[in-house]
């Protein structure tokens, strides 16, 4: 049943990708309306999945990955329903299938969770705010990518289908920073419950590896977005490039999920 679930959603997913890329070509507003339907479907069906998903002592990288997608998602439609950004869909939802292919086509292998950590509270709460930090910089990215091809068409002579579709570059250069400054706050604290965890797991609070690595230095980026953005006044293009960048190092971390070895105890501390 929950593989089931995961694969209406993945279907809901990718015809709701259709119907915005549809819209970008063809100016209907039908279109994006027909594509909040079909996230907001595929959403309620992918946590369905979770809910028929079997409790057990080991888990997928992929799984991890289908969470992230789920809350991405969410978070888009709830972001345009307060913001009014529908040509976000354009690129969150492609990003969405992105999140998903290696939960279902990239083969991962199973992580055994230390038997200490079966009920530890520090550990849902390190995934909880993990994938809800992901989401809200992966959104933070999608918005920022919109931003920078705004920009670019609006400097253009010809400006293209995007630009038509937007409503403007400071609302989304607003959109993209807030959530930015959400991320880093969620990326914060997942990398100090990661701690805890890894030092109930393993005995290190500081595990050196590189999605480690990788996970401090997004945090240091988007902690020098932040302070840029509030002492040095930077705005618009300089932000979105960091946003893409810091989330592309946000990625490795999630790369090194996928190529980690099943013989890890802790449930990839600091995801």
Known sequence: METLLVHLALVAYASGTAAFLTWLVRPDDRWPRIGRWLLLAGAVVHFASFAAMQSGTVWKAGQLFSLLAACTVTGYIWL?????????????????????????IVGS???????????????VFHVAV??????????????????????????????????????????????????????????????????VVSSSATGSAFPFAPKQAFAVLAWALFAAMIQ??????????????????GFVLLAGVYAGLLSASPSLVALGAWI
């Open 130 to 195: 993990a994938a809800l930090g992901t989401a809200a910089l992966a959104l933070a990215f999608g918005v920022s990518a919109l931003y920078l091809a705004s920009e670019k068409q609006a400097k253009s002579k010809r400006p293209g289908r995007i630009f038509a579709r937007l409503t403007s570059l400071d609302s989304i250069d607003r959109t993209a920073w807030r959530l930015a400054v959400w991320g880093f706050v969620f990326l914060s604290a997942t990398i100090a419950t990661g701690s």
């Open 109 to 123: 292998a199973q992580h055994e969770v230390a038997p200490r950590l079966w009920h530890s509270g520090a550990l």
């Open 80 to 104: 345009d329903r307060k913001g009014g950004i529908p040509i976000a869909g354009v690129f969150v939802a492609p990003l969405t299938l992105a999140v998903m292919a290696p939960a279902h």
């Open 228 to 245: 840029a953005r509030l002492v040095a006044g930077w705005r618009g293009r300089r932000i979105a490039l960091l946003v893409v960048i």
